[in-house]
């Protein structure tokens, strides 16, 4: 195969200068967010796949590649890439993922890494060599680094509670239909697979601690005419203990009439307590006995791990897709041999579908508690 490959540390390819050759395998939505952020990052997205050889020429023009392919191992072989997105329905993402570390290609792949544990923890051991990242890309909105940083210089005191959750609406009704829907290429969990796993991560990525033991129960709203396979969660909820002690509450729900993206998380401590809302990015809620105030995302007050994220200057608004390019500008570096603070990687990919495991176990026996592998 003809892949492009560059080592992590970029020795012996002029990786530090040399324009990096991107991949995108899927030219719907998620497909396009990755080829604007990749060419933002200052790479050429010289490739896209589809299932024929007319479906790749419109795959490429969706996103803005160079050249179609009708399949990844066709793209693996001619187009000489340095890294992969994987941009496909759920069951795909694990053998496109292991087929591009095998032909020494860095791997950007959508959550979840993997519909099984044993299946995403085959793509660790895998990418050793590689650098391989899964987009929590919540994690790259500057007030979330500012949360991290003031978290882990303890103005919180003692953290005691989490509450929080990740509410939307475009299942709400009955007759919504999406590919997700279906488990057989959305796997057994949609609503907590889906996002979820984007409030997991970030609760574990600020506070540094680990949800060890949870009880949740899953419900289904709808019941869809026709569906073949088993109906996926339309909601969830989810009691948890932590490492160090912590209680936590989370609803996730993909019925919520109104909600758009709310991915909401409120930590509660003896000194301090903090509030973010993803849908209300810009800002930060810090809580104290004598009064709260309300952080705003202005570079000159903010810590260096989070100004590091600002894009625009204070009162110009940033978002989603500043996240985006934020995530996929670190993955290239540390491509190019840096090391990037806070890059979500692989192992990250596995941890979040060890813990959607634990969510679906606990509530298959009524809510029994289910410890939750490290």
Known sequence: MSVTHLTASGRGLGAESRTLRVGVVGAGFMGRVHAEAARRA??????????????????????????????????????????????????????????????????????PLATGVTEAGGLVSAATDRIATVPFVYRFHPMVRELRARLTAGEAGTLTTVTGGYLQDWLSRATDENWRIDSGQGGASRAFGDIGSHWSDLFEFVTGDRIARLSARTAVVHGRDGQRTPPTEDLAAVLFATTRG???????????????????LELSGTDASFAFDQEDPERLWVGRREGGQV?????????????????????HAQGYQDCFDAFVADTYAAVRGESPDGLPTFADGLRAVRVTDAVLTSSAADGAWVEVAP
Do not use: F, M, W
Not at 72 to 95: F, Q
Not at 250 to 263: D, E, F, P, T, Y
Not at 306 to 312: E, L, T
């Open 295 to 315: 952080l705003l995302r202005d570079p000159d007050t903010l810590h260096p791990s989070a100004a590091r994220y600002v894009r625009v200057p204070a009162g």
């Open 42 to 111: 200052g790479a050429t997205v010289v490739a896209a796949t589809a299932s024929s050889p007319v479906r790749a020429d419109a795959a490429a023009a969706a996103i803005g590649a160079q050249r179609g392919y009708p399949g990844v191992g066709e793209l693996l072989d001619a187009a000489e890439i340095d890294v992969l997105h994987i941009c496909t329905p759920n069951v795909t993402h694990a053998p496109l993922a292991a087929a591009a570390l095998a032909a020494g290609a860095h791997v950007v792949c959508e959550k």
């Open 246 to 264: 912590l209680l936590g509450t989370l609803v996730v729900s993909q019925v919520a009439a109104g909600r758009k993206n709310r991915l909401h």
